[in-house]
């Protein structure tokens, strides 16, 4: 297992649309593993595949310090099916460092997906998990928090990192 290198904006990977999963070999099995411990190391509630660069369709979500009764996840290939109802959500990103802002969500939605055995799996979320599932997914379509803010607060968030690496340089 390894902590991998989280892809940080504005890196090109993080923009592109991620591949569907065909086959769960020993390699997806590795890669998933990875993530878990990259997510963990970073204290973060959830990762894409493509923050550590690898452009396919897979999640890992962990969001118990939140919500107690939940419990580490895996899902391969997931899509909302059904969504219901609307909410604002403060929302950071382990790929876009210093930034916190609100989010539309949805409050309730239906997932598809397959387990990492390769078993299809549908259920229903709301709450912490609901929101961290559509910011993952976001992930997969090459989304990010960015993408779901005003461009006048995108443009204040890309002055203060442009002035974080002047300041580094
Ligand atoms: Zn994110």
Not at 61 to 89: R, Y
Request: hydrophobic letters at 40%.
């Amino acid at each position: 297992m390894a902590v991998l290198e989280i892809l940080k904006y504005p890196h090109p990977l993080l923009k592109s649309r991620s591949q569907e999963i065909e086959k769960i070999d020993e390699n997806i099995r590795k890669l998933i593993q990875d993530m878990a411990e990259t997510m963990y190391d970073a204290n973060g509630v959830g990762l894409a595949a493509c923050q550590v660069g690898v452009c396919q369709r897979a999640i890992v979500l962990d969001v118990s310090p939140i919500d107690p009764e939940k419990d580490f996840m895996v899902i391969i290939n997931p899509e909302i099916v059904f969504e219901e109802g609307e909410i604002d959500h403060e929302e950071g990103c382990l790929s876009v460092p210093d930034c916190l802002e609100k989010v539309k969500r949805k409050e309730k939605v239906r997932l598809r997906g397959a387990s990492l055995e390769g078993e299809k799996v549908e259920f229903d979320a709301e709450g912490i998990l609901a929101l961290a599932l559509q910011h993952e997914i976001d992930h997969l379509n090459g989304k990010l928090i960015l993408d779901r803010i005003s461009g006048l607060k995108r443009e204040i968030y890309r002055n203060k990192l442009k002035k974080k690496k002047e300041k580094e340089e």
